[in-house]
């Protein structure tokens, strides 16, 4: 019987509406192989993640998704198979930029208020007591507040930042973090750039990536086509990186992404996983 599993997700410690436990039990029923926790800028679910599997049939592979800029342009990071040894680096590595962060979301949210869209930030915070709070936060509230048809909508209206309400945190650089990566032995993986990135830029960007220690790129992902799926493929081939996948599930904030099968058009193979931990550092 084919194997599959899901190398991205998000829970309640960042814009996911389910605990990390429960991302574990509902992974469990779908028979996944593993699942990979990858909360944005923040590894504070891991412990309850990783315990959370123990006497499961399904391994919790420790794992964050960094917001990084590339030269102009925001792209992600996914570090994987983190060591528990390393939390306190880890945080230590984030503090300016998570400041940086929840400056620039007090900001909107004034700004938002100011224009009449009456959002209150500390509600914001309340609804995520244990989490780090991003745009994905602010559009479910606004959202629920009716002045957004979704999450989708208000990233395309009132969150984008054409809109001027939104003006993105200094975010920290790819190579330096590609270099800490490589530093707690960890794998790096550009979580889909093809999002972010044409594939002119993809390719422009993956030699000096490969200097810093780049592993793996994700080519299976809920809003990839065929075509990108099969592009992204052919790029980590050519520069000889793993592949990685995910939904990049969220709970009820992205209703449309299933945990294992995205929009169902995933099935990412578990032997995936293998190749992976050869690029293990330490």
Known sequence: MNKYCDLHTHSTYSDGTFSPAE???????????????????????????VGASEGK?????????????????????????????????????????????????????????????????????????????????IAAELTEKGYTESTDHAFKTLLSEKAGFYIPAERLNLFDTLEFIKDIGAVSILAHPLLNLSEKELIECLPRALSYGLDAIECYHSKYDALMTESSLSIAKHFNLAVSGGSDF?????????????????????????????????
């Open 57 to 137: 049939k399904i391994e919790a592979v420790p794992g964050i998704e960094f917001s990084v800029n590339f030269d102009t342009k925001k792209v992600h990071l996914l570090a994987l198979f983190i060591k528990k040894k390393y939390y306190s680096d880890i945080n230590e590595f984030l503090t300016d930029a998570n400041i940086k962060k929840e400056n620039s979301n007090i900001e909107l949210t004034e700004k938002l208020n100011k224009a009449g869209y009456l959002i209150d930030y500390s509600e914001i915070k309340r609804k995520t007591p244990n989490g780090f709070i991003n745009r994905a936060n």
């Open 23 to 49: 991302i574990i039990d509902a992974a469990s029923k779908l028979n996944l192989s593993a699942v990979a926790l990858c909360d944005h800028n923040n590894i504070n679910g891991l412990n309850e993640f």
């Open 250 to 282: 969220h709970g009820s904030n992205k209703p449309d992404v299933k945990l294992g099968t995205g929009n169902d058009n995933l099935k990412i193979p578990a032997d995936i996983l293998d190749l992976l931990k050869l690029r293990i550092k330490i």
